[in-house]
């Protein structure tokens, strides 16, 4: 057997190396990191080859003094810390004096700076193990540190690096991570002598937009939450900006972008109830905290952290987020007046014109809309929003006469989402704004109030139900017979928490005798057959805890206005009211918009107006 014995310098930067350079992009990261830690303010990164052939990094920081140029390429040495206290609460990105020693170690390395005490700068340079000795240099400010080669002695480890446009793609990525880190810090990226990025130092809105593109600034919305110590800002995009993949997700604390599962759960959590399916949401959020609360020492990528108390992070972030996305409609859904001024005027006129379903209610009595409806009576009431959904599905009916044309709301009334003017084939509504106008799928905007509703109910152990005047029986297998009887023996049962109560008739017959006040007008054998379904499978204890708003979403989906319903004006403006106060009501329970806004700009330029 060998004999145990201490490895050369050389091939242990080597060895530790393979963990902090795993690619040119890795240099990169740990680069530019020493660039902020001394203070730039400009900070310029020229590649060659995706960064195999050359990583150059210009700044303009606090620069390195002669004597001390030698210690920064080697092992273990850093100006960061000096103490155990320095490591448990250290506020730097890097700190482990290992990052620039291991670069040196598989590369030809180059190191030029100037430090203000100094008469002049100084260069060293490394090949390998090999040092140089240090040399004068010309250098006004800052440090510029020239990386050739990678892993030109480690040929090996060379061979799984991939083209140099996959390489490119990860340094890209590496230097945009950094930037939106620090907005009050100007970049430069250029790749083969051409320019790629320049990022003046600004405001973090603009950086956001700059790096992550307009249409996420437009479809995110900025937040900035406190609390015990905790601070979570940055900007977040609606559910209707998902994407396939987590390729716009930033999440860094105490301004280092980090891989963490405990903050990535939380926001999932957050979004889960607005997102739809398998898509996954854009954000780049900034969790502030005393350092001493977090450990930053767990990986030597220092991508990775570990919370002292990682439970009241998860609960903080979640609910900072999730108040955010809970804002029901409202004016910041909507465009700036500046962005509109040009083609909205200023005092709203809204046209007296009769829609299509207003022809339809004017049929003699026992025509169409006579039948649906029983003659609902316009009301001004409605028109001003103060009669919800479920009141005006009940005010009297008046079966021998027919509907009047509703009265078009003043011109001085303003509400986010406008009054109602038509329906399109039974499915979308049509309501005019200051800004525009505004396309509401109706069935997935009543199905999210109605979703929201109900857990709201469930939440306060109120959910009403309605007695059903003629019990409503049906044909049902063994198994949902079996689901009834285990409910009912139940000291807490399922069905009746929900608003249901069920009866068995015989082996094979049950009967449904009443239901939620909000869902009386659903079909209620199949809501049955669906609620059924899922206390079957999951029992009542997980169907009430993780499958609890799965079970409310099946509910609300069969409470929702169905498509091709012909809706009156005052039920459509009753509709547009309840959106504007209810919570996540931009999108339904599946993570599909319910609304959108066309300004007046846009129509026009449909229109070719101005031109």
């Known amino acids: 057997m060998p004999s145990i014995k201490l490895l050369p310098d050389q091939l242990i930067s080597q060895i530790a190396a393979g963990e902090v350079v795993e690619r040119p992009a890795s240099a990169l990261k740990e680069i530019l990191e020493n660039s902020l830690d001394a203070g730039s303010t400009e900070i310029a990164v020229s590649l060659q080859s995706g960064g195999i ?9 606090g620069g390195i003094v002669r004597d001390e140029l030698n210690l920064a390429l080697t092992r273990h040495a850093t100006s960061k810390i000096a103490t155990l206290e320095d490591l448990e609460s250290v506020a730097s990105l890097g700190f482990r004096g290992e990052a620039l020693a291991s670069i040196a ?3 030809r390395t180059q190191v030029t700076s100037f430090h203000p005490d100094g008469k002049y700068a100084w260069r060293i340079a490394s090949e390998g193990s090999f040092l140089s000795d240090i040399e004068p240099a010309a250098l006004d400010a800052g440090t510029i540190i020239d990386i050739q080669d990678l ?9 799984f690096l991939k083209t140099e446009n996959t390489e490119f793609g990860h340094c890209e990525e590496a230097f945009c991570r950094i930037a939106l880190s620090r907005p009050d810090v100007g970049f430069l990226l250029q790749h083969n002598g051409r320019a790629i990025m320049r990022l003046a130092a600004g405001e973090a809105r603009k950086r956001f937009e700059e790096v992550l593109g307009k249409e996420f600034a437009a ?25 396939h993949a987590r390729d716009t997700q930033y999440a860094y604390v105490n301004g280092r972008f980090v891989r963490d ?6 926001i999932r959590q957050a979004y889960q109830d607005v997102l739809h399916h398998d898509r996954h949401p854009a954000f780049v959020l900034f969790l502030e905290l005393d350092p001493a609360l977090v450990d930053v020492n767990v990986h030597p990528s220092k991508t990775e952290v570990r919370f002292r108390d990682g439970q009241a992070v998860h609960h903080f972030v979640f609910h900072a987020l999730n108040k955010a996305l809970a804002a029901p409609t409202g004016a910041t859904d909507l465009p700036s007046q500046q962005a509109t001024s040009q083609s909205a005027a200023p005092d709203i006129t809204y046209p007296r014109f009769q829609s299509n379903m207003e022809l339809r209610a004017q049929e003699p009595a026992g025509g169409f809309y006579q039948t649906l409806f029983g003659g609902i009576q316009s009301s001004p009431a409605a028109m001003q929003g103060g009669i919800s959904t479920e009141e005006i599905m009940t005010l009297p009916q008046a079966a021998n006469s027919s509907t009047e044309t509703a009265p078009m709301p003043e011109s001085g009334q303003e509400f986010p989402l406008g009054f109602a003017v038509a329906q399109i084939h039974g499915v979308y509504i049509l309501a005019q ?6 396309v509401v799928d ?15 109910a469930l939440d306060s152990s109120r959910i009403a139900t309605q007695p059903l005047l003629l019990p409503v029986s049906f044909h049902a297998d063994r198994l949902e017979v079996a689901t009834v009887q285990e409910q009912q023996a139940l000291p807490e049962n399922g069905l009746a928490q929900l608003g249901f109560d069920i009866a068995v008739l015989s082996p094979t017959t049950l009967a449904v005798r009443s239901v939620p006040v909000m869902l009386k007008d659903a079909d209620v054998v199949a809501l049955a057959r669906d609620v059924l379904n899922d206390l079957r499978q999951y029992g009542a204890s997980r169907a009430f805890t993780e499958r609890r708003n799965a079970l409310l979403g099946t509910m609300a989906c069969h409470a929702a206005v169905r498509a091709n319903r012909i809706l009156t004006i005052p039920e459509m403006n009753a509709l547009l009211r309840d959106m504007e106060t209810t919570e996540r009501s931009g999108q339904c329970n599946h993570g599909r918009p319910t609304w959108f806004q066309v300004t007046m700009t846009e129509l026009d330029k449909m229109f070719m107006r101005g031109k």
């Open 53 to 61: 052939k050359q990583i150059k990094v210009t700044d303009n920081g």
């Open 105 to 107: 170690a598989i590369s």
């Open 151 to 159: 892993y030109f002695n480690t040929p090996a480890r060379r061979k």
């Open 219 to 243: 479809e995110a919305f900025y937040i900035d939450e406190s609390a015990a110590g905790l601070r979570l800002w940055g900007m977040a995009a609606k559910p209707t900006f998902s994407r």
């Open 261 to 266: 599962k405990l903050i990535s759960h939380a």
């Open 433 to 438: 704004n200051k800004f525009g106008l505004i």
């Open 442 to 456: 109706m069935h997935a905007a009543h199905e999210r109030i109605m979703y929201e509703k109900l857990k709201n």
